[in-house]
């Protein structure tokens, strides 16, 4: 169920059986040699609707520019700051509480955003709390939700991938890009991937010690048929968890 698809008088009738809201949220970002710039971005609003679809939940616009200043130095990549990405989901989140929605259960595609998304919610809840009427209560809740967190998932990619799964520009994450975008296979060939130096600072110490920008996994393990099984497990345990979070 897309708000963008739906009439307001269908929003205000969805609004007196359920108050909560699925948001998307992602990056667009370079994804190494063979991954798309939109990975973090699609992945997460595709597996939005679909788990929206199932449990009839209404799947809010896609966050989809995130928080990547580190991957600035690749063409393509785009980035919010942290405090203005803050504010996007900040208002957000007032835009859809003001009609009466309180729960928001954030499904995220991009491992860089969860600091800033945790920021968001501390900002969302003050503000609540500090404009309110003095209850200890914050009138709304906010839930994350990394796409690839659950048990089931989890181990399902370690079957699949184990350690070649890396850490940024995943095989399983562009498997699901696969699955989901036939037609924008790259077949793009790739030595294995150079050695995980440590962390990194900004953009450019980033494309210095990760210069194809892949962070040690083998993406071109990636198959369609391996992201369709990762796309159904997480589709899954996102539906448990998100029934969970409508009741909390
Ligand atoms: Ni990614």
Not at 107 to 128: K, L, S, W
Not at 142 to 171: F, M, S, V
Request: with cysteine; net charge negative.
């Amino acid at each position: 169920m897309r708000l963008q698809l739906q009439t307001w008088a269908e929003v205000e009738r969805y609004l007196e059986t359920s108050t909560t809201a699925i948001m998307p949220i992602g990056s667009t970002e370079q994804h190494g040699p063979n991954g798309l710039i939109g990975t973090d971005a699609v992945t997460s609003e595709e597996i939005a609707y679909k788990v929206g679809e199932l449990t009839n939940t209404m799947v809010a616009p896609t966050i989809s520019v995130g928080m990547a200043q580190h991957h600035m130095a690749f063409k393509g990549s785009m980035t919010l700051r942290p405090a203005t990405l803050i504010s996007v989901i900040s208002d957000y989140v007032d835009s859809l509480a003001h009609h009466g929605f309180d729960h928001f259960y954030f499904i995220n595609g991009h491992g860089g955003n969860m600091a800033t998304i945790q920021a968001a919610f501390q900002e969302i809840y003050t503000a609540h709390i500090l404009g309110g009427a003095g209850n200890n209560e914050p009138s709304v809740r906010c839930g994350l939700r990394n796409w690839w967190q659950g048990q089931k998932t989890g181990k399902l990619l370690k079957e699949l991938y184990g350690d070649k799964d890396g850490r940024h520009a995943t095989a399983s994450e562009v498997a699901v890009t696969q699955h989901l975008f036939p037609d924008n296979i790259k077949d793009v060939a790739m030595a294995p991937p150079g050695p995980i130096t440590g962390p990194w600072s900004d953009g450019n110490d980033y494309r210095a010690k990760y210069p194809d920008g892949r962070i040690g996994s083998h993406p071109d393990l990636a198959t369609p048929e391996a992201g369709k099984r990762i796309f159904d497990q997480a589709v899954e345990e996102i539906c448990e968890d998100v029934g969970k979070f409508a009741e909390s």
